[in-house]
C-alpha cells in the first residue's frame, strides 16, 4: 500500500513538473484559441481500425526492443526496481507508475509539446526527429554511467526508434492525437514492471 500511495504522491508532481513549462507556453501564446488540453492533443484519435494496428504493431516492436533493452541492464537499479519480487502485490503500483508516474508527463513534454511546437516551425519530419533524438538521449544519459557508452548507445537508438514511430502515428495517423502514443508508452512500461515485479530478467 505504501508502494502504490508513493507512486502516486510521484506521479501527480512529475504531471505537475512536466505540465509546467508547456503550460506557461500555452498561456502565452494559444491560450486565447485553443483549450490546453487539445493544444497538447488530448482528443479521440482518428483512423479507426487502421490506427489501432499501427499501435498494435508499434507496442509489440517497442515489447521486443524493451525486452532486450531490460536484458542488458539486468542486474543495474533502474526506474522499476521498487516492485522487484514482488509479485501481483505490485500491480496496482505498477499501473499508477506506467500510466501515469512515466508515461503521461513523458508524452505531454516530447509528443504533445515538442513535438508539436517544432512542427509548426519546423514541418514533421525534422520536429519529429527532434523530439525522438532527444528522447532517445534523455534515456540513454539515465544508464550511460551503469552500462558503458556501447549500451548507453543501443538504449538511445531502441528508444529514439519507438518515439520517432509514436510521433508519426500521432501526427500522420491519429490527427495529432497523443492517446496512442500515451498507450503504447504505457503498455512498455507496465511491461518492465512486471518483468521487475516477478524477476523475468
Known amino acids: ?65 524493451g525486452a532486450y533493452s531490460l536484458y542488458i541492464v539486468k542486474g543495474i537499479e533502474t526506474a522499476t526496481s521498487d516492485f522487484k519480487g514482488l509479485g501481483t502485490a505490485a500491480i496496482p503500483a505498477i499501473l499508477v507508475y506506467a500510466i501515469f508516474n512515466t508515461a503521461f508527463p513523458e508524452e505531454i513534454i516530447f509528443r504533445g509539446f515538442l513535438l508539436k511546437r517544432l512542427q509548426n516551425k519546423f514541418g514533421f519530419k525534422a520536429a519529429n526527429s527532434v523530439q525522438a533524438v532527444v528522447f532517445g538521449i534523455v534515456h540513454a544519459i539515465m544508464f550511460f554511467n551503469l552500462v558503458g557508452i556501447v549500451k548507453a548507445v543501443i538504449i538511445l537508438v531502441f528508444t529514439a526508434a519507438i518515439a520517432w514511430f509514436m510521433g508519426y502515428i500521432n501526427e500522420k495517423r491519429a490527427d495529432g492525437s497523443i492517446i496512442p502514443s500515451w498507450i503504447i508508452h504505457s503498455i512498455a512500461n507496465i511491461f518492465s514492471g512486471l518483468c521487475a515485479a516477478f524477476m523475468i530478467f
Open 1 to 65: 500500500m505504501e508502494l502504490l500511495v508513493n507512486k502516486m504522491i510521484s506521479s501527480g508532481v512529475q504531471i505537475i513538473l512536466f505540465s509546467s513549462i508547456p503550460f506557461i507556453w500555452w498561456l502565452i501564446s494559444a491560450r486565447k484559441t485553443q483549450k490546453f488540453g487539445k493544444w497538447l492533443g488530448f482528443k479521440k484519435p482518428a483512423g479507426g481500425m487502421k490506427t489501432a494496428l499501427v499501435i498494435s504493431a508499434v507496442t509489440a516492436a517497442f515489447l521486443l526492443l
